[in-house]
């Protein structure tokens, strides 16, 4: 065989030069030379024979795609592109992830420090942050719109059943990866919201030991710390992306298989005509699926950096403590619906109690739903994937979406929690964790002082606007058997604990209060805010402080 | 496709200036949350602080301003913090008088508070130490105390420790009516040690009625000598007389900082409204404080 220094003798250094470029190009792209590639990207048609089939053959990225698609499916309908986006971020959660790794150990005694290292300490470290954790949710969001696009189309109909439950595997390894990664920075928001989750495993209705030993299982001792933390890092780095990549393959491959389904309208009722594509309706990956895949991967990256940068911070709370519960613990929006339930009561008939509520959600709701899911297109076998005969399904379809939604509302804290209504006004502008209006305040405007809602501080606008948002939560929260005007008259009614007060807004409120804000200097370089409420309600006195300190450079007006 | 191409091109170049406005940005931002960490720990400590450790070190740390839970003002049974000789100078000169000159101030106020100070009546704090706080808590109510140090506080000339008359007759003459403050308020005395006019009342300590009476507890001394050793030595003599039989120790439960917290002159106005005289009667005893 030649060497090169025999070519640069025969052609010359230019010559063999081309020649050993156009070599290692066509090496590279298994089959294709670089007039090849330039002939692609500059849309001529191929050769004969077509040189853009090759890789399809010979490469291992291109071997499982499919070297031509039907036209129809390569348009933002029927597809909406919600499947490549969901394996679009998976590796973005991937490479995110990998960076943050670096910066991350898996130990109570340092993970929250770690965590404000990565903010203040890492280059790029809060962006990429954010990067991962606003993935996390567009992950899910889109793994469910995938879902529901699958479920609108019928293209889970045969003879894609088995593709529809590799994606119902994803759909739960999904959600478990991002609820996994949610234990990870040790603080309130992380340790109670896991905690609460991992605390339903234990309501199972089955005997003591099995809860107990699920639990230990989960969390690695009998309440999380070090142990129940390295077991969800685990879970969160390796088991789970693992199994998720695995079933994306395994999916992947059975679309591959059956081809991307038409949309419903394209074919006769009951036939599937996805792999029979005539050539006039062929497009071709190279270059066009290519180039077009290229296009998302730009513009979706575009958003979720810009987005990252400029529109989204990860929150972090205090440190993690598992002897104060905060007021309002909220699981994230995509699991909400389940803590919505657990707020219902069930009753028994046959005792004429309830039912654990928790039981009854965790054991019997969500895995009855889950099977339904799983094994609804091997029970739903109506030959019609047209809209016009699905209108039963369709409409329980959407019917379930709107049940959803509203069971997410539930799950808030607006649905059915009240605290006593001192604590709800002291949530409202100095709540225990998250975004506080007062804390935001800039240190410049603080001064020591006794403060009234509604209180007009010229040149400290912060401070007056928190003051009027504490008179907003004031009023929503107070009555008056006292004729003062801020307030809505009292209406009382007898309860256990004696007269109570409500007005149109809430059933428990504080009659004619006085609430104030003091403000002490305690250090050189930090204020004590402290929130009084007092009533005079014989029956049921009302003289709440609730504190909270604030350091100069705590840096809450940024973060 | 061309238009593809295009698009691609201006997303690929946009997300680069996204990133690199970032990466411009980042010194900044990074300035901004240098100090947010350590801040929130301050912070966090001083929850702690007034939730735990105010009621014997003081509103201010300063062992001034201690209140019960009910908001009575009572005496302050700990250690002036909010001070020169605790924050002043690597090393401080306590961390010198107690033999941590090579360690840090943080580490001193770390181990303290972690396994407290069982002689001087300070808790133990650490949950690695049998207490209700985590080393994080610790750590924030460290950096809590820490963050007294200010310039002003360092530049401020210190004022001198007593230095205790070995005589009780050197001692000035003293004001009871002053005494009686410093016995109730100040110091917290009465918590222990009840009210003189009515025997019983104490708590933990020998009744404060009987100081007067007691000049025969040790050998050839005299009432006014046993006392003023017993506030400025509280193990040198263990009395038999407490609530519930001989009073522990030694060490004394007593709190034996008081020579560092009182004035020479506040020691004779205790001494005179706890003994009803204003001059002290001495048979030459040395009482020597280290």
């Not at chain 1, 031509?68 to 971020?89: A, C, D, K, N, Q």
């Not at chain 1, 309860?495 to 003091?518: C, I, K, M, W």
């Not at chain 2, 007593?162 to 001692?171: F, Q, Y």
Request: hydrophobic fraction near 40%; charged fraction near 20%.
């Amino acid at each position: 065989m030649a060497t090169f220094f025999d070519e640069v003798k025969e052609m010359g250094v230019k010559q063999a030069t081309i020649a050993k470029v156009d070599d290692v190009v066509e090496r590279v792209t298994a089959g294709m030379n670089i007039n090849d590639v330039r002939a692609m990207l500059r849309g001529d048609e191929p050769r004969r024979p077509n040189p853009r089939l090759r890789p399809h053959a010979d490469s291992f990225w291109l071997h499982i795609r499919p070297s031509f698609y039907h036209t129809e499916v390569t348009h933002i309908y029927p597809t909406f592109r919600l499947g490549w986006l969901s394996t679009f971020m998976f590796v973005w959660e991937t490479i995110t992830g990998i960076f943050l790794m670096v910066f991350y150990t898996p130990s109570p005694e340092v993970a929250y420090q770690d965590m404000w290292n990565i903010m203040s300490g890492v280059p790029l470290g809060q962006l990429m942050r954010d990067m991962h954790r606003i993935g996390a949710e567009v992950m899910v969001l889109v793994v469910a719109l995938h879902m529901l696009r699958t479920f609108v189309t019928g293209s889970y109909k045969k003879p894609r059943q088995f593709t529809w439950f590799t994606g119902m595997i994803l759909l739960v390894l999904t959600l478990v990866l991002s609820f996994s990664g949610y234990l990870l920075p040790w603080d309130q928001l992380a340790y109670w919201a896991v905690t609460v989750a991992v605390s339903a495993a234990e309501s199972q209705p089955g005997p003591e030991f099995l809860g107990r030993n699920i639990n230990l299982l989960l969390r690695g001792a009998p309440v999380i710390g070090a142990g129940g933390l390295l077991r969800f890092y685990l879970l969160h780095v390796l088991l789970l992306p693992l199994l998720a990549g695995i079933f994306i393959f395994v999916h992947y491959y059975k679309v591959v298989i059956h081809g991307h389904s038409l949309p419903p309208g394209r074919e006769a009722i009951g036939e599937d005509t996805a792999k029979r594509v005539p050539k006039a309706e062929r497009v071709y990956f190279l270059p066009d699926i290519m180039t077009s895949e290229v296009m998302w991967t730009a513009l979706t990256t575009l958003g979720l950096i810009g987005g990252s940068a400029f529109f989204f911070d990860a929150v972090i709370e205090s440190h993690a403590d598992p002897l104060i519960t905060p007021l309002h613990v909220v699981a994230p929006w995509y699991l909400s619906w389940s803590q919505g339930w657990l707020k219902w009561i069930f009753p028994n008939p046959f005792t004429g109690g309830e039912f654990d509520s928790k039981v009854v959600v965790a054991f019997g709701i969500i895995p009855i739903l889950a099977l339904a899911f799983t094994i609804m297109p091997y029970v739903e076998v109506g030959r019609s994937r047209r809209y016009a005969d699905r209108r039963v399904g369709l409409s329980v379809g959407m019917f379930f979406i709107a049940f959803m939604l509203v069971s997410n509302w539930m799950g808030s804290p607006e649905y059915k929690v009240q605290s006593s209504a001192e604590q709800e006004v002291a949530q409202h502008i100095l709540p225990q964790e998250g975004h506080s209006i007062l804390l935001e305040v800039p240190y410049e405007e603080l001064a020591a002082g006794t403060y009234l809602p509604n209180q007009v501080l010229p040149g400290r606008e912060h401070l007056t606007h928190a003051l009027a948002e504490f008179e907003v939560a004031l009023r929503e929260y107070s009555c008056t058997n006292e004729g003062d005007d801020r307030f809505e008259p009292c209406q009382p009614y007898q309860s256990d604990q004696g007269t109570r007060f409500s007005n149109s807004a809430h059933t428990e409120v504080l009659p004619d209060p006085y609430a104030a804000l003091v403000i002490t200097q305690v250090q050189h370089n930090v204020y004590e805010l402290e929130l009084v409420f007092k009533t005079d309600d014989p029956e049921n006195p009302v003289d709440f402080h609730f504190t909270k300190y604030r350091h100069e450079d705590a840096a809450y007006e940024v973060y | 496709m061309q238009v593809k191409l295009v698009i691609t091109t201006i997303a690929f170049m946009l997300t680069m200036i996204v990133f690199g406005y970032a990466a411009l940005r980042e010194p900044a931002r990074m300035e901004l949350f240098e100090g947010a960490y350590e801040s929130r720990q301050v912070e966090f400590g001083a929850s702690i602080y007034y939730s735990n450790c105010a009621t014997c070190h003081g509103q201010e740390g300063k062992a001034e301003l201690c209140y019960d839970a009910e908001g009575e003002q009572i005496g302050c049974a700990g250690r002036s913090l909010h001070n020169a000789e605790l924050l002043c100078g690597e090393p401080s000169p306590r961390l010198v008088a107690m033999g941590w000159e090579n360690g840090t101030k943080a580490g001193f106020i770390n181990a303290t508070v972690n396994a407290g100070r069982a002689q001087n009546g300070m808790p133990l704090w650490g949950a690695d130490y049998g207490g209700p706080l985590e080393d994080y808590e610790v750590e924030n109510v460290t950096n809590f105390v820490l963050n007294w140090e200010t310039v002003e506080l360092c530049s401020e000339p210190t004022a001198p420790a007593p230095v205790w008359p070995d005589d009780v007759a050197d001692l000035p003459s003293g004001d009871a009516a002053n005494g009686e403050q410093l016995y109730q308020v100040t110091y917290g005395c009465a918590a222990c040690h009840g009210q003189i006019d009515q025997e019983g009342t104490n708590a933990v300590g020998p009744w404060a009625g009987a100081f007067k009476n007691r000049a025969d507890a040790q050998p050839g001394y005299t009432a006014a000598e046993y006392l003023y050793e017993s506030i400025l030595l509280p193990s040198a003599y263990i009395s038999p007389e407490c609530p519930t039989g001989p009073c522990a120790g030694p060490p004394s439960a007593m709190p034996n900082n008081f020579p560092l917290r009182m004035t020479i002159q506040e020691m004779s106005d205790m001494m005179a409204y706890l003994l009803e005289t204003s001059e002290f009667e001495s048979n030459g005893n040395a009482i020597v404080y280290p």
